[in-house]
């Protein structure tokens, strides 16, 4: 069954860092491209930011330059790094499996709430 947990988020103020974490069990971690989303209140979930098995990353336009995803195999834990928060970062986050679609049956976490202030 898998499970992810995701923590690490908090109130900030603008221009301040925040690390998010996710362990997530039940899966082939190891061998998965693994993500970080997130939702937004009212606004769809999108992707955030990626990262290979392997190592190579993307991310999205918006936190291009001050987000870095990075990822530990031997603890089954993906990691965002979030430097230069904006008002606009705020949103659940949320990691799982990259994938193209999402069933409503796949599982997710209960999600990590970032709120930056002005």
């Known amino acids: 069954q898998v499970q992810l947990v995701e923590s690490g988020g908090r109130l900030v103020q603008a221009g301040e860092s925040l690390r998010l974490s996710c362990v997530a069990s039940?899966?082939?971690?190891?061998?998965?491209?693994m993500a970080w989303y997130r939702q937004a209140l009212g606004q769809q979930r999108e992707l955030v930011a990626a990262?290979?098995?392997?190592?190579?990353?993307k991310y999205s336009d918006s936190v291009k330059g001050r987000f870095t995803i990075s990822r530990d195999n031997a603890k089954s834990t993906v990691y965002l790094q979030m430097n230069n928060l904006k008002p606009d970062d705020t949103a659940v986050y949320y990691c799982?499996?990259?994938?193209?679609?999402?069933?409503?049956?796949?599982?997710w976490g209960q999600g990590t709430q970032v709120t930056v202030s002005s």
């Open positions: 039940g899966t082939s971690f190891s061998t998965d491209e």
């Open positions: 799982n499996i990259r994938k193209p679609i999402f069933l409503p049956s796949d599982p």
């Open positions: 990262i290979d098995s392997g190592g190579p990353t």
